[in-house]
């Protein structure tokens, strides 16, 4: 993949994750706390997935993007350790919203796992940014 294409692959990916995190914020309102879990962990994803995109970091599955994330970016200390835990434990939560038939949470810990999701999905946003426009100058 040529810089360009990584560049425009990144930006479509940002794309998506804008869009799960508004999917969240929509399923939230209709107290889908299930769905919120997934498009949070989507909206993330999409984002980590662009950031390592642009890094030329590979992987090929979702336990491996949080692997290295946790090596590349955490460990570095580009992201916290916070940001590191956070994005495991909305990955956790979407396995299982998505697998097990018993799962809940309150709308308190929804509201603050959105928050915190945004927070998080912004700073990479602007990780990437970053990289978009050194590349350019």
Known sequence: MTPEQREITATLLLEKSQRNME???RNADMGYW?????????AVFHAVTALMLLDGIKTATHKGTSSQFGQHYVLTGQFSREDGMLYSRLQTMREKADYQNTFSISPDKGRDLIDAARALQSRITAA????????KA
């Open 128 to 135: 990437i940014d970053n990289r978009l426009s050194n590349q």
């Open 34 to 42: 299930d769905l919120v879990a997934n498009r949070l962990y989507y």
């Open 23 to 25: 999917q969240a914020l």
